[in-house]
């Protein structure tokens, strides 16, 4: 077990899924605040980690390829992170493939249920940031409202219209979790829950999710994440403690000015706890 020294950054998006720094961008920008550990782990989307991988590799951090698959469960979406997968694995590429084919059809039911909530465009606003269609998601709604000044941030547009069950949400059915957790480790990765302070579940429901997290092989959970708020961080350190969960942190960087914390300024992960990256370091 080691105490973190190194700057590790786990878990941020790129133009190949919802970022808005393409993945060569998103390097230069950890590298200059400082990460020496770095993640790409972008939307249900493998195909921004080799230009990810070959930046790092000249800038000098030691990289970690991942991914951030969207999981159903208990009628919410909730997120998998899957770290050091082999991002050239037939089976995780194809599985990954089939989740993302439903997002366009998704993104344009969400857009007529904005239409009837008298935001117009919005598919279409929607569209001018997204680099694949395939790929939209409600994070790229969420810019478009803000932009157009129907909500002050990206929170409030989740709070009033795209959260899970709000006015404009759609639901979808993602990956199941023993499916996201089987293709991470399939293909050599670790998987672990993302930010789950983020999901609205009772104490009983996020009892089962772990407990079931933990028996389909799951390692691990985000404690100090750019999606947490800060008095969550000892919250879910005892979780992991208690579950025997390995942690993990990550900004969640998506873009300049979005979100609580930049690449590499997350602060030190809890001492005392074994930590994902362990045996990556040699």
């Not at 008095?231 to 993990?248: L, P, R, T």
Request: aromatic fraction near 10%.
């Amino acid at each position: 077990m080691r105490t973190q020294t190194l700057n590790v950054d786990l878990h941020c998006h790129s133009t190949a899924s919802d970022g808005l720094l393409p993945p060569k961008e998103v390097a230069q920008r950890a590298a200059a605040n400082g990460v020496q550990l770095w993640a790409l782990t972008d939307h249900d989307e493998l195909s921004g980690l080799d230009e990810a991988r070959a930046e790092a590799q000249k800038l000098g951090m030691q990289f970690i390829s991942g991914v951030e698959i969207s999981v159903t469960w208990a009628g919410r979406t909730v997120h998998i992170v899957g770290l050091n997968v082999e991002d050239h694995q037939t089976q995780i590429n194809d599985e990954l493939a089939y989740i993302r084919a439903g997002r366009e059809q998704r993104a344009k039911e969400i857009g007529d249920k904005l239409t009837g909530l008298g935001i117009k465009n919005a598919y279409e606003g929607a569209l001018r940031y997204v680099s694949n269609p395939s790929l939209i998601s409600r994070t790229h709604f969420a810019r478009f409202l803000v932009e157009e000044g129907y909500c002050a941030n990206m929170g409030e547009v989740f709070k009033r219209y795209l959260g899970d069950h709000k006015a404009a949400f759609v639901p979808m059915q993602w990956a199941t979790l023993a499916q996201s957790v089987h293709w991470i480790r399939e293909a050599g990765g670790k998987a672990i829950i993302a930010h789950p302070g983020r999901y609205e579940f009772t104490p009983v429901q996020f009892g089962a999710l772990f407990d079931e997290f933990k028996a389909l092989g799951g390692v691990g959970i985000e404690v100090v994440t750019g999606s947490h708020r800060p008095d969550q961080y000892a919250e879910y350190a005892q979780v992991a403690k208690h579950y025997g969960f390995e942690i993990s942190c990550g900004s969640d960087f998506h873009a300049p000015g979005e979100g609580r914390l930049d690449l590499g300024t997350l602060p030190p992960s809890p001492a005392g706890l074994p930590t994902v990256w362990d045996e990556w370091l040699g």
